[in-house]
C-alpha cells in the first residue's frame, strides 16, 4: 500500500486526482474527493491488457478518451511487431 497523505494533495489543489489501486488510507482520498476534486482510482497493472485498461481509464479519467484509444492501438502494434521479431 502506497500511504498518501491528503494534506499533501489538498495543498495542491487539485480538480481531478488518478489514484494507484494500492493508495491508501482509504480517509486520505475520501477527503481529497470531498474537497470537491474529482478521485479516480485506477487498477495496477499486471499484464499488457491491463496496461492498455490503465491507458484507457487514464484517457476517460481526463476526458481524452480518443487519445487514449490511439495509444494503446500504438502499444498493441509495437508489442505485435516486437513479438514478430523475436519469433
Known amino acids: 500500500v502506497r500511504n498518501v497523505s491528503a494534506e499533501g494533495i489538498l495543498a495542491t489543489t487539485p480538480t481531478v486526482v488518478l489514484a494507484s489501486s494500492t493508495a491508501g488510507p482509504k480517509a486520505a482520498l475520501e477527503r481529497v474527493a470531498a474537497s470537491g476534486a474529482t478521485v479516480t482510482v ?6 499488457l491488457e491491463g496496461a492498455y485498461a490503465r491507458v484507457t481509464a487514464v484517457g476517460e479519467a481526463l476526458g481524452e478518451v480518443d ?12 508489442v505485435a511487431a516486437v513479438s514478430r521479431d523475436i519469433e
Open 42 to 47: 485506477i487498477e495496477d497493472p499486471k499484464d
Open 67 to 78: 487519445a487514449a484509444t490511439k495509444l494503446v492501438a500504438q502499444m498493441k502494434a509495437e
